[in-house]
């Protein structure tokens, strides 16, 4: 089964930065994508950014211009953010899908971030 462990997550102000890092128990290449999706108090989780094995991008809209994903050679994807907004507070989700997830969605446990203004 795999395994999805986030990092990186904490308290920044607004304006500041954040990585989180969310390490894979396989190689990110055998996942059709692995990605990051945040969750609000009292709102729908919701996409922020993904990465294919192909190394194709998708960002939701609130990301553009301020989140880059990206991901090391063996089994971490990374999650830049800056220019944070309070708004921007929320849990972080990874998500990996792929053959070796039995063509199923895996979650990590999650990791907060709290913007304050």
Same mark, same amino acid.
């Given at each position: 089964?795999?395994?999805?462990v986030e990092s990186g997550g904490g308290l920044a102000q607004?304006?500041? $930065?954040?990585?989180? $890092?969310?390490?894979? $128990?396989?190689?990110?290449?055998?996942?059709?994508?692995?990605?990051?999706?945040?969750? *609000?108090?009292?709102?729908?989780?919701?996409? &922020?950014?993904?990465?294919?094995?192909?190394?194709?991008?998708?960002? &939701?809209?609130?990301?553009?211009?301020? =989140?880059?994903? =990206?991901?090391?050679?063996?089994?971490?994807?990374?999650?830049?953010?800056?220019?944070?907004?309070?708004?921007?507070?929320?849990?972080?989700?990874?998500? *990996?899908?792929?053959?070796?997830?039995?063509l199923r969605d895996v979650w990590g446990q999650g990791?907060?971030?709290?913007?304050? $203004?």
């Amino acid at each position: 089964q795999v395994q999805l462990v986030e990092s990186g997550g904490g308290l920044a102000q607004a304006g500041g $930065s954040l990585r989180l $890092s969310c390490a894979a $128990s396989v190689r990110t290449s055998t996942l059709n994508y692995i990605g990051w999706y945040r969750q *609000a108090p009292g709102k729908e989780r919701e996409l &922020a950014a993904r990465i294919t094995n192909e190394d194709t991008t998708t960002y &939701a809209d609130f990301a553009k211009g301020r =989140f880059a994903i =990206f991901r090391d050679n063996e089994n971490t994807v990374f999650l830049e953010m800056n220019n944070l907004y309070p708004e921007d507070t929320a849990v972080y989700y990874c998500n *990996a899908f792929g053959l070796v997830t039995g063509l199923r969605d895996v979650w990590g446990q999650g990791t907060l971030v709290t913007v304050s $203004s």
